[in-house]
């Protein structure tokens, strides 16, 4: 079994910055894509980002520039830097990780932009 534990959420100012991590634990064998989501009350489910296990990112057109995603295999950990955070940024964040091919779901942690 795989376990996800995320940490960093919270309450920010608009303009104010986070940084989110998801460390997996348990039968790992092999992690390949890592990624976050994100859903905001009466909305569905967004990716936010992702990384592949070469290194490759990619970004939802909304957090480009502002949002960075990376990951440290040694640690097996994803991370989410996100800066500049707005509004409409507010959301519970989950990370999403698959291992030797199968997806797991991090518990999900609240990110509130607010003043």
């Known amino acids: 079994q795989v376990q996800l534990v995320e940490s960093g959420g919270g309450l920010v100012q608009p303009g104010g910055s986070l940084r989110l991590s998801c460390a997996a634990s348990g039968s790992i064998d092999s992690i390949g894509i890592m990624g976050w989501y994100r859903q905001a009350p009466g909305k569905q489910r967004e990716l936010v980002a992702v990384?592949?296990?070469?290194?490759?990112?990619n970004y939802v057109d909304s957090v480009k520039g502002r949002f960075t995603i990376s990951r440290d295999s040694a640690k097996k950990t994803v991370y989410l830097q996100m800066n500049s955070l707005k509004p409409e940024d507010t959301a519970v964040y989950y990370c999403?990780?698959?291992?030797?091919?199968?997806?797991?779901w991090g518990q999900g942690t609240q990110i509130t932009v607010s003043s």
């Open positions: 990384i592949g296990s070469g290194g490759t990112t």
């Open positions: 999403r990780v698959f291992v030797s091919g199968v997806g797991y």
